[in-house]
């Protein structure tokens, strides 16, 4: 049986940051996201008796990821199968938009490859599965606004809606900010903080405090809040990683720029918020009446090529 998912990937607004459990992916605070429709994952799994070993293929081209022949293992272990598959993977989110494309590819394969294993599970237990993959993908199995409940174990640390279909016109711009490749990993980053940052311990306690203003400001359709609370658990994520030891930092001088003409837009009454994940690049969040006018302002210091537009989107499904 062979099957195709799709899913989106998805900018944190309340950001998961380190794990209590790394084998588990259970992370030490819970966090609430926004699904975008614009860049997404296809992947197609077929089991096949004649294969020895698990074949990928990411875009047309074959690699060789023990990480993803981990995750068929545990899909053969929920379906009491030993059969190896073809997994073709093609993805739609730009390498460059630094959005986590590991969100909508563990996403569409924990969908995916169950679905061709026969299995049929609740999107729950999908949204625990795809966080065996990647911490940010546990949320891409649902669409719009997504809360990951950090949980204790394998069983209680998954996502929820809070609203699916939301009709509030959220968007947001990613400002790409090329050239560098990722100097450090989320994986170690996330390691580095909890072991060393002295502000830790604060990052867990008031990750509570901004998961309940998130959710008050969706359900009050309150955009100042919303934009607020993102920012600044965006830059105590930031603050954590360069207070590490040894510290380390994913800012580049463009970034500061991006985030400085976004106050100076903030500051002439423009509502709009910036974030930052674990990589250069600037995203902004606003509402869809502001977005033309936000773009003009970004052209007069990035190329119009590399502001990004996005939309609230779907959950994971089959096509
Ligand atoms: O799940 P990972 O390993 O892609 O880590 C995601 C970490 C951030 O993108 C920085 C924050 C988040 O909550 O998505």
């Known amino acids: 049986m062979k099957k195709t998912a799709r899913a989106h990937t998805n900018i944190a607004l309340v950001k998961y940051w380190g794990k209590a459990d790394e084998e588990l992916i259970i992370p030490m605070n819970g966090s609430v996201s926004l699904t975008l429709d614009h860049f997404y994952t296809d992947t197609t799994v077929e089991f096949d008796p004649a294969l020895t070993e698990d074949i990928f293929c990411l875009d047309g081209k074959q690699k060789h990821d023990p990480k993803v022949a981990k995750f068929m293992n545990l899909v053969r272990n929920l379906a009491k199968k030993e059969t190896f598959a073809r997994i073709d993977s093609i993805n739609h989110v730009p390498t460059a938009a630094g959005l986590a494309s590991s969100a909508s590819a ?26 065996r ?48 490749e990722k100097k450090i990993s989320s994986r170690h980053g996330m390691q580095q903080v909890v072991k060393t940052s002295p502000y830790y311990h604060e990052w867990v306690k008031t990750a509570e405090e901004d998961l309940k203003l998130v959710k008050q400001a969706i359900k009050n359709r309150d955009f100042s809040l919303l934009g607020e609370v993102s920012e600044a658990s965006a830059m105590k994520m930031h603050a954590l990683n360069m207070s590490a030891k040894p510290h380390f930092s994913y800012f580049m001088p463009e970034s500061i720029l991006a985030m400085q003409k976004i106050e100076e837009l903030r500051s002439q009454n423009i509502p709009c918020y910036y974030t930052m994940d674990a990589g250069p690049n600037v995203k902004v969040i606003c509402e869809k009446q502001n977005v033309a006018f936000i773009i003009d302002e970004l052209s007069k ?15 994971a499904r089959l096509i």
């Open 106 to 131: 563990y996403a569409a394969l924990a969908l995916s490859a169950t679905s061709a294993a026969g299995l049929n599970l609740t999107r729950k237990d999908l949204s625990r599965l795809a966080r």
């Open 301 to 315: 210091l990035f190329a119009k090529e590399n502001l990004l537009v996005a939309n609230p989107g779907p959950g």
């Open 133 to 180: 993959g990647s911490g940010s993908a546990t949320r891409s199995i649902f669409g719009g606004f997504v809360e990951w409940h950090k949980g204790t174990d394998d069983l209680t640390s998954f996502a929820e809606p809070i609203e699916e279909e939301t009709d509030w016109e959220i968007c947001m711009i990613a400002i790409v900010i090329n050239g560098h």
